[in-house]
């Protein structure tokens, strides 16, 4: 299999990058205002290195720069790869050796076509429903009314929400708009973890609702009425949780909220 990647550097501003059109505008030779130009020297030292690896295991790397208009930059660089057809993300020894690097220095490494490794090193964060939400890079002033466009009455009302790292938070809304709220967090880059065992999942408990529970009933969510429910929570602790995921911070209530990897 031959998969073809793109590698670019996000510029430091606030301007949205959703990577379609960010290879759109490369590939007609156009900057981006999301990207900027970057000097390719320690990313190709880090290529040089991983296709050295990746050739022991029968993976055959090639890269290009694509010169910028300063001198000693550059826009993009364009690679292609000799890859197994069944490889996983996770088992590409170039990842292995470039994923850490690409992540702390806001680069992307954008694949076309079914290539895999795509990404996704967004620029921020990229939000999507199962009812057509499909945006990238937005502000935590933007959530709510984002969140507002969620239907009840149509198929699939839930909404997540990625950061660069993979990372999520999500919510599912159910009847008389109580949401089910989940985050998950990363402790290493997912991409060298071939065991996928690296993160924790946790879902907020409306501590209201769980105090006013008789005791048998706590230990036996099968028999709790939806307005019983304590993960089922209101708006504004989701707005609340997603607003923070976006500002890079913790889950707010921290205490509130208990792990469910193990119900995964």
Known sequence: MTASYYFW??????????????????LRGRMHPAIQPFDPSKLVKLLEKGAERALKKGEEWDWQVVPAQQAGLTNAIFATADLRE????????????????????????????DAPMAGPFLKHNHITSGQGMNQYDIKPEEVRALLLTLRRSLKNPYVVLVNRKEEFVQCYLDKKRRYLLEWRQFYRPLRNDSKLSNYDQWRLVDQARKAALPLKLRRSKAKLTHDQDPDLVSFPLVVEAFEAFIRGEPPPRLKNWRSVKEEI
Request: overall charge negative.
């Open 9 to 26: 550097k996000w510029a430091d501003n606030d301007l949205p990058g959703p990577p379609d059109e960010v290879l759109a505008d490369l």
């Open 86 to 113: 069944d490889i996983q993300p996770h088992k590409i020894q170039m990842a292995q050796v470039l994923w850490s690097y690409l992540l702390k220095n806001r680069f992307t490494i954008h694949a076309e076509g």
